[in-house]
């Protein structure tokens, strides 16, 4: 199982951008698809991107579409999410996990993957 650690939260204004870090031990990286979920106060834990576990692949949830960016450096062992054009409604708890799953059509489902990081603040004020 890999353990899994996020950085880069913060309070930004609308319009603003952060960079998420993820960073991974104990596995190799390259084994994992990797995703991204959020969860605001009171609402349940929502996906927002995936990677393949090569990098060739990424998916997005419709909300944060064109917005964000998934990549992975499967080298340094850790996955990032740009975020560009930040809305008040995109503040989180954002999370990062790992999934050993190899069908695609199950990675925005949070229930496939098998290790969480504690999870980043995100907050974005209007």
């Known amino acids: 199982q890999v353990q899994l650690g996020e950085s880069g939260g913060g309070l930004v204004q609308a319009g603003g951008s952060l960079r998420l870090s993820c960073a991974a031990s104990?596995?190799?990286?390259?084994?994992?698809?990797m995703g991204w979920f959020r969860q605001a106060p009171g609402k349940e834990r929502e996906f927002v991107a995936v990677?393949?576990?090569?990098?060739?692949?990424?998916y997005y949830a419709d909300s944060v579409k064109v917005r964000f960016t998934i990549s992975r450096d499967n080298a340094k062992i850790t996955v990032y999410l740009q975020m560009n054009s930040l809305k008040p409604e995109d503040t989180a708890v954002y999370y990062c996990?790992?999934?050993?799953?190899?069908?695609?059509?199950?990675?925005?489902?949070?229930?496939?993957?098998?290790?969480w990081g504690q999870g980043t603040q995100v907050t974005v004020s209007s």
């Open positions: 990677i393949h576990r090569n990098g060739a692949y990424t």
């Open positions: 104990g596995s190799i990286l390259s084994s994992y698809a």
């Open positions: 996990a790992a999934t050993s799953i190899w069908d695609s059509r199950r990675w925005h489902t949070k229930s496939v993957y098998d290790s």
